[in-house]
C-alpha cells in the first residue's frame, strides 16, 4: 500500500515535469516566433530587392526611350536642314536662273530650249521607227532562209573550232602522263630490285638447283617438281616490262591522233565554200545577211556628224539652266536629211526612208 508520503513525492515529480514541459512549450513558442519573425524580414528583403529592380528597369527603359527619342528628333533636324538647304539652293538657283533668262544670252537659251524640247522627241520617235523597219525586215528575211542553210551556218563556228576533238586530245594526252609516270616508278622499283645485294645463302636449307639435281637422281623419292618451283628465285628480267609500254603508246597515239583529227576537220571547214557562199548569197539577195544582222547596221541620215546628236541636245537642255551656255554654244536645232531609199535595201527600211523625206519636206514648207 502507497503511503502518504509516497504519493506526495509522486505529486512534485509530476508537477515538476509539468513544469519542465511548460518551459520546453514555451522555448519551442520563443523559436518559433523568432523564425517567423526572420522570415518576414527576408520575404520583406527580397519584396524590396524587387521593387528596386523594378524601379531600376523603368529608369533605363525610360533613358532609352529617351535616347531614342533624341535620336529620332536629331535625326529629324537633320533631314529638316538638308531639306530647308536643297529649298533654299533651288530657290536661290531658280532666282540666279530668273535673273540671268533676262538677259540676251539667257533670252536665246530659253527659246532654244522650247524648241529643243519639241524637236527630241520627234527625232526619238524617227529612231524607233527605223530600229522597227529593220526588225521586221529582218525577221521576214530570216524566216525565207532555208532549215538546212540556217543549220550549217549555225555549227559552222563549232567545226571551225572542234572543241570535243581538242577536250578528247588533252585527256588522251593526260592519260599518257599518268602512264608515263607509272612507268618510271615501275623502272624505278626494277632497278632497286635489281642492284639490291643478294641474301647470305642459308648452308641447311636446300637451293634450287640443288632440289633440280634432286629430281634427276634415279633414287629420288622425297623432292618433286612442286616443291622446286616453291623455292625457285625471282627473276627481275622475267617481268613483262615491254607490256608496261602498251598504255603509254596507245595514249601517245590516241592524242596524237585526235590532234591531226581536229587539224584536218578544221581545215576542211575553213576551205568549205558552202556557208561563205551562202553569206555572199543571202547578202546580195537582201542587201544584208538575215542570219548576221542584229538591227540597222547604219542610221537612217546622211550625214554622220548627227551621230549622238539627240543625246547631246537632251543633255543641254537638262544643264543648261545650271551652265548657263553662250549664244555661241548651243546646238543648232535642225532635223537630220534621211538617206534616200535603195534597191539593195528591204521594202521596209525604203517605205520608212521615204516617209522621212515627205516629212522634211513638209516641214521645210
Not at 3 to 13: A, G, T, V
Not at 57 to 78: D, F, M
Not at 290 to 297: F, Y
Request: with cysteine; proline share 7%; hydrophobic share 40%.
Amino acid at each position: 500500500m502507497v503511503s502518504p508520503k509516497d504519493r506526495l513525492r509522486h505529486i512534485e515529480e509530476s508537477s515538476a515535469a509539468s513544469r519542465d514541459h511548460l518551459r520546453n512549450i514555451e522555448r519551442s513558442s520563443v523559436a518559433n516566433a523568432r523564425a517567423s519573425a526572420e522570415n518576414t524580414q527576408l520575404l520583406q528583403g527580397i519584396e524590396y530587392t524587387n521593387r528596386m529592380n523594378m524601379v531600376y528597369n523603368g529608369i533605363i527603359a525610360e533613358n532609352s526611350a529617351r535616347q531614342l527619342q533624341t535620336q529620332r528628333q536629331q535625326l529629324a533636324l537633320q533631314q529638316e536642314q538638308h531639306a530647308l538647304q536643297q529649298a533654299v539652293a533651288e530657290q536661290t538657283a531658280r532666282h540666279e536662273f530668273s535673273m540671268w533668262r533676262q538677259t540676251p544670252e539667257g533670252s536665246a537659251f530659253v527659246e532654244w530650249q522650247e524648241r529643243a524640247v519639241s524637236l527630241v522627241p520627234f527625232l526619238r520617235d524617227r529612231e524607233r521607227t527605223w530600229h522597227a523597219a529593220w526588225e521586221h525586215a529582218i525577221g521576214r528575211a530570216r524566216a525565207d532562209v532555208p532549215e538546212d542553210e540556217r543549220r550549217r551556218f549555225a555549227s559552222h563556228p563549232a567545226r571551225l573550232k572542234q572543241s570535243g576533238l581538242r577536250t578528247a586530245s588533252i585527256t588522251a594526252f593526260a592519260i599518257a602522263g599518268l602512264c608515263a609516270l607509272f612507268l618510271l616508278g615501275q623502272l624505278l622499283l626494277l632497278s632497286l630490285m635489281a642492284s639490291a645485294p643478294e641474301p647470305t645463302p642459308d648452308p641447311d636449307r636446300i637451293t634450287y638447283e640443288e632440289c633440280l639435281a634432286t629430281l634427276d637422281d634415279p633414287d629420288n623419292f622425297i623432292m618433286n617438281e612442286a616443291d622446286c618451283e616453291a623455292i625457285k628465285p625471282a627473276d627481275s628480267s622475267s617481268v613483262p616490262v615491254a607490256a608496261l609500254f602498251i598504255p603509254l603508246v596507245l595514249a601517245l597515239g590516241t592524242g596524237v591522233a585526235l590532234v591531226v583529227m581536229r587539224k584536218t576537220r578544221r581545215r576542211e571547214a575553213q576551205n568549205d565554200p558552202t556557208v561563205r557562199n551562202e553569206i555572199e548569197a543571202r547578202t546580195a539577195r537582201w542587201g544584208f545577211d538575215p542570219l548576221t544582222t542584229q538591227g540597222p547596221w547604219f542610221p537612217w541620215y546622211e550625214s554622220q556628224r548627227f551621230t549622238g546628236y539627240v543625246d547631246g541636245i537632251e543633255h543641254m537642255v537638262r544643264n543648261g539652266p545650271s551652265q548657263r551656255p553662250l549664244p555661241s554654244q548651243l546646238i543648232p536645232l535642225q532635223v537630220p536629211t534621211p538617206m534616200r531609199p535603195s534597191e539593195r535595201l528591204p521594202d521596209e527600211v525604203n517605205e520608212v526612208l521615204s516617209s522621212f523625206q515627205q516629212e522634211n519636206v513638209r516641214l521645210s514648207q
